[in-house]
T-cell receptor, first 114, second 117 residues
Framework: AQSVTQLDSHVSVSEGTPVLLRCNYS??????LFWYVQHPNKGLQLLLK??????LVKGINGFEAEFKKSETSFHLTKPSAHMSDAAEYFC????????????FGSGTQLTVLP | ETGVTQTPRHLVMGMTNKKSLKCEQH?????MYWYKQSAKKPLELMFV???????ENNSVPSRFSPECPNSSHLFLHLHTLQPEDSALYLC????????????????FGSGTRLTVV
């Protein structure tokens, strides 16, 4: 079975400073990994995905994530936070079942301070 | 219209009412999902449909009844709900990848905010 752990439930940064949201995963095969973002009272939007191609993945809005197999990590970064980045972020790992179900982390709430 | 559309966006219902949530996907995907998102709780998978067949029911109470008439439409029928069922209900769709472990990801709708009074 697969699992994912988001190491911080809340992260606060100042506008213009770097963002780091940490995620570790566990899987018995080569998984696909994703980051989703959710703004208040909205659905989840795909930020980026890793599917065994390049280990450094670029997503929307300047976010990127690096797949590190040796560390079983998939941390999300952004060089400079913007106020509009304030939201909840979910790290997600794929399953191997017939429906390829995704397993979601518990989420990290990002606050951006002016 | 593209993507995954959920209606209604907001729903207030009494505990004795019967209502339905609707989800429609215009992406040609073969799998559809219902999730429940409550405040301060992780995302909960409720039901999975793959090619119109239900492949998972995560011990969901029978007051929630899903229906998937075709690969593009998914319904969640609600009856005699409890106040603790108040939550954001999210629908998602995906296209199953051919290799175990490989996934193209899910596309989510904007959700239905349900309040049970």
């Amino acid at each position: 079975a697969q699992s994912v752990t988001q190491l911080d439930s809340h992260v606060s940064v100042s506008e213009g400073t770097p963002v780091l949201l940490r995620c570790n995963y566990s899987s018995s095969y080569s998984p696909s990994l994703f980051w989703y973002v959710q703004h208040p009272n909205k659905g989840l939007q795909l930020l980026l995905k890793y599917t065994s191609a390049a280990t450094l993945v670029k997503g929307i809005n300047g976010f990127e994530a690096e797949f590190k197999k040796s560390e079983t990590s998939f941390h999300l970064t952004k060089p400079s936070a913007h106020m509009s980045d304030a939201a909840e972020y979910f790290c997600v790992v794929s399953g191997s079942g017939s429906a390829r179900q995704l397993t979601f982390g518990s989420g990290t709430q990002l606050t951006v301070l002016p | 219209e593209t993507g995954v559309t959920q209606t209604p966006r907001h729903l207030v219902m009494g505990m004795t009412n019967k209502k339905s949530l609707k989800c429609e996907q215009h992406l040609g995907h073969n799998a559809m999902y219902w999730y429940k998102q409550s405040a301060k709780k992780p995302l909960e998978l409720m039901f999975v449909y793959n090619f119109k067949e239900q492949t998972e029911n995560n011990s969901v109470p029978s007051r929630f009844s899903p229906e998937c008439p075709n690969s593009s439409h998914l319904f969640l029928h609600l009856h005699t709900l409890q106040p603790e069922d108040s939550a954001l209900y999210l629908c998602a769709s995906s296209q199953t990848a051919p290799i175990p472990g490989l996934s193209y990801g899910y596309t989510f709708g904007s959700g239905t905010r349900l309040t049970v009074v």
